[in-house]
């Protein structure tokens, strides 16, 4: 069970440089609950409370989603309202406050069985396939592009990782996957090189 005063998911405090990655761009929904190994439940669960955690502090922080208007300058004005306060209430948030190492070691385990699955060329076909975006830096806690083309994930991998509340969702940039809060568009966490290369 996660601490949660734990300084694994930080919020306020002295901002710091996260790292950066720039690649291409695609997107994964919210997934169906894999079957996962005895071994592995216990990661699941760190995720899965590190989520919730995130999401916790998140509302009381930053407040949910912006209020419904017919005005596009209103609502954009909130969004990037609500967007700052996340990013000020999470000012010291790091890479891999999520993606823990044995988290993101996880991921990359369940990808690639899906990718050397029956289903492995087809999804290597769709990722091949997703629009690219040049030049996307990928930071924790900092906005995500809102410009930038977007594409759905093939069922067959979104099986193979844990289920997102509502607001998050995964999505690929190039082979890295970003957990993204979809309510202030906020780079939650990422894992560098989540999809293996052809040769791998």
Do not use: C, W
């Not at 999401?55 to 930053?62: C, D, M, N, S, V």
């Not at 017919?70 to 967007?83: N, Y």
């Not at 823990?100 to 699955?117: C, D, M, V």
């Not at 029956?118 to 999804?123: C, E, N, S, V």
């Amino acid at each position: 069970m996660l601490n949660r005063q734990s300084s694994a998911l930080r919020f306020r405090g002295k901002k710091k440089n996260p790292p950066i990655v720039s690649t291409t761009l695609a997107l994964s929904q919210t997934p169906a609950n894999p079957a996962v190994k005895p071994d592995d439940d216990k990661i699941v669960e760190d995720f899965e409370n590190r989520v919730s955690h995130y999401l916790e502090e998140r509302r009381k922080q930053a407040g949910t989603s912006p209020k419904p208007t017919s005005s596009p300058e209103k609502l954009d004005d909130a969004q990037q309202t609500l967007a700052q306060k996340s990013k000020d209430a999470r000012a010291e948030a790091e890479h891999g406050d999520v993606f823990s190492p044995e988290i993101t070691a996880y991921f990359r385990r369940q990808i690639k069985s899906a990718l050397a699955g029956p289903q492995g060329a087809k999804i290597r076909a769709s990722l091949h396939h997703a629009e690219p975006v040049h030049g996307v830096p990928l930071r924790v806690n900092q906005v995500y592009p809102n410009k930038a083309p977007l594409q759905s994930m093939p069922p067959s991998l979104l099986l193979k990782v844990p289920p997102l509340p509502k607001e998050l969702q995964y999505r690929l940039v190039g082979r890295n996957l970003v957990l993204l809060d979809m309510v202030p568009k906020i780079i939650v966490d990422f894992i560098p090189a989540a999809i293996p290369a052809n040769k791998e």
